[in-house]
């Protein structure tokens, strides 16, 4: 069964230092890897995605993210953080030999950064 | 990219009625639309997934006769929460997929609708 897990409920970090939010996964085959960003009574917004190829997927905002294999991870980083950063994060997992677009959250990250 | 909407944005309703919201894709057909539920501070929950023209296929606990799903047509799907009770309340986001985005493995979400049942 596939599964995602968000370590942390909430991640505080102040304005121009980096920025580590984890995401670790499960499934029986290979990952399909998302990240969202929610903004208060909005719907989901796409951040990157891993599909295959290089490793460092680069997104929107600055933000990128690493896929792991052996550690089973998906981190999200962003070297210098903005107050604007602020919001909820989702990663998410699909995987690909089941095929269809079934997609799994996490229970998502509460991203604070203080000015 | 593509655009996908949610009708309404809001809305508030008595005990015991039936709420519809629509989900659109704008510029592009959706083969496949997806209903999500999320409470408060916690993440989506996936109820159903819907394919044009074919019954809607409900997750494990998602009542299917309460929470009707219609796609039919390339660009909308509709979720009727009927005799909706104050434990419906929540907030429900559409998203869909479909030609490029099938092609880029990707959905696109709608900005979610919130229900409050009184």
């Known amino acids: 069964a596939q599964s995602v897990a968000q370590p942390e409920d909430q991640v505080n970090v102040a304005e121009g230092n980096p920025l580590t939010v984890k995401c670790t996964y499960s499934v029986s085959g290979n990952p399909y890897l998302f990240w969202y960003v929610q903004y208060p009574n909005r719907g989901l917004q796409f951040l990157l995605k891993y599909i295959t190829g290089d490793n460092l997927v680069k997104g929107s905002y600055g933000f990128e993210a690493e896929f792991n294999k052996s550690q089973t991870s998906f981190h999200l980083k962003k070297p210098s953080a903005l107050v604007s950063d602020s919001a909820l994060y989702f990663c998410a997992v699909r995987d690909r030999n089941t095929g269809g677009f079934k997609t799994i959250f996490g229970a998502g990250t509460r991203l604070f950064v203080k000015a | 990219g593509a655009v996908v909407s949610q009708h309404p944005s809001w809305v508030i309703c008595k005990s015991g009625t039936s709420v519809k919201i629509e989900c659109r894709s704008l510029d592009f057909q959706a083969t496949t639309m997806f209903w999500y539920r999320q409470f408060p501070k916690q993440s989506l929950m996936l109820m159903a997934t819907?394919?044009?023209?074919?019954?809607?296929?409900?997750e494990q606990g998602v009542e299917k006769d309460k929470f009707l799903i219609n796609h039919a047509s390339l660009t909308l799907s509709t979720l009727t929460v009927t005799s909706a009770h104050p434990e419906d309340s929540s907030f429900y986001i559409c998203?869909?997929?479909?030609?490029?985005?099938?092609?880029?493995?990707?959905?696109?979400f709608g900005p979610g609708t919130r229900l409050t049942v009184l």
């Open positions: 998203s869909a997929s479909g030609g490029l985005a099938v092609t880029y493995n990707e959905q696109f």
């Open positions: 819907s394919n044009e023209g074919s019954k809607a296929t409900y």
